[in-house]
């Protein structure tokens, strides 16, 4: 499994084994940073998951739901509405400043690495993803005022 927002990899029972930018550091222990356990169940078509290693079973959680939703046709659930925020925010940032932020900021490249693969100087990267970024907050903000829209 690959991390979209740090690049870093894990195996399926959750060890970390791959961790771009950081390989080499001399006190960085992968072994302790792993995934997190988490308890998952599931009711109809939704899957629940628990940070707490203690709680009690989904079943009992629910009580008597599942039989007062017993008539309820779950199958028919269709999903009729989905906001993509942040596909909206990177189309008010030029295609130049878009490729950076995702390399930089999804794929886990270092600015050294953007130099190499763009032929930019690194400073000019660092301003450039600074402009962006600041961009991106900007738009955000537009976007959070937008009369009848909640963002979060």
């Known amino acids: 499994m690959n991390c979209a927002y740090h690049g870093w990899t894990y195996t399926l029972d959750g060890r970390l084994i791959g961790t771009p930018e950081i390989d080499g550091l001399e006190l960085f222990d992968r072994s302790t940073l792993g ?3 988490l308890r998952c169940a599931t009711w ?3 899957i629940f998951v628990n940070f707490d290693r203690e709680a009690r ?3 009992e959680f629910l009580g008597d739901i599942p039989q007062k939703a ?3 046709r779950f199958e028919g659930l269709a999903l009729t509405e989905r906001r993509d925020y942040v596909v909206k ?8 400043e878009r490729m950076l932020l995702m390399l930089k900021e999804v794929e ?6 953007l130099a190499e693969r763009t032929g930019m100087n690194e400073n000019t990267i660092k301003v450039k993803l600074f402009r962006a970024r600041q ?3 900007k738009a955000a903000q537009r976007l959070d005022r937008a009369p ?3 963002v979060g």
């Open 108 to 113: 886990g490249f270092s600015v050294e690495e």
């Open 89 to 96: 925010l990177l189309a008010r940032v030029s295609e130049e």
């Open 35 to 37: 995934m997190v356990p």
């Open 57 to 59: 079973p989904l079943t």
């Open 44 to 46: 109809e078509q939704f």
């Open 148 to 150: 009848g829209l909640v």
């Open 135 to 137: 961009k991106l907050v």
């Open 70 to 72: 017993s008539d309820f």
